[in-house]
């Protein structure tokens, strides 16, 4: 049975830091996806990563995939208010129930000034 | 990209109704949908899965007579939630697989439902 770890499940960052949020996921996996989700809204895709050492940014934020260590990164530089969200990493529960995705706990992240 | 669809957006029902939502991939066909439901403050829980013309798979501890899903079509899925209990107020968000679209996964906008 596919796990996922999520961590931190908080984190109150200053504006301009940089962080990064872990993911680690039990059994094998071809695919993993981030999540952002804004409260009482439902869920806006970030990345979809395919491989192993794959790695996709997108403005403040870079994900990162180790299939190996069944681990993916969320990196946050120079922080802004408006990155405040819960992050959700997602593996695909490959062999599963036709892949669907397993969801970790979230990370609610507070950017303050 | 591909967009899927959820309706209604929200919906307030009495104790012991029913009520269905629905779930529509609106530019691709999606053999494959997935219903999670999500608690205020935690995170999504898988209930079901739902293929075209199959009955639904459901995971452990869902009830399926509570929980009717229907998969009609490629483009169409329905959960309806039966004689419904303020304990079954929650978000409810369903998601499609877009096999022609290298097997992505698109969520729909989710759908709040409050059972008084």
């Known amino acids: 049975e596919l796990k996922v770890e999520q961590n931190p499940l908080f984190l109150s960052m200053q504006e301009g830091k940089n962080y990064t949020i872990y993911c680690n996921y039990s059994t094998t996996s071809d695919r993993l996806y981030w999540y952002r989700q804004d409260p009482g809204k439902s869920l806006e895709s970030l990345f979809v990563l395919l491989s192993n050492g794959a790695v996709k940014q997108e403005g403040r934020l870079m994900a990162s995939l180790d299939t190996k260590a069944r681990l993916s990164t969320l990196h946050i530089t120079a922080a802004v208010h408006d990155l405040s969200a819960t992050y959700f990493c997602?593996?695909?529960?490959?062999?599963?129930?036709?892949?669907?995705?397993?969801f970790g706990k979230g990370t609610k992240l507070s950017v303050k000034p | 990209g591909a967009v899927v669809s959820q309706h209604p957006s929200r919906v307030i029902c009495k104790s012991g109704t029913s009520v269905k939502i629905e779930c529509r991939s609106l530019d691709f066909q999606a053999t494959t949908m997935f219903w999670y439901r999500q608690f205020p403050k935690q995170s999504l829980m898988l209930m079901a899965t739902s293929n075209e013309g199959s009955k639904a798979t459901y995971e452990q501890g869902v009830e399926k007579d509570k929980f009717l899903i229907n998969h009609a079509s490629l483009t169409l899925s329905t959960l309806t939630v039966t004689s419904a209990h303020p304990e079954d107020s929650s978000f409810y968000i369903c998601?499609?697989?877009?096999?022609?679209?290298?097997?992505?996964?698109?969520f729909g906008e989710g759908s709040w439902l409050t059972v008084v």
């Open positions: 998601s499609a697989r877009a096999a022609g679209l290298g097997n992505t996964i698109y």
């Open positions: 997602a593996p695909s529960n490959y062999g599963g129930s036709q892949g669907n995705l397993i």
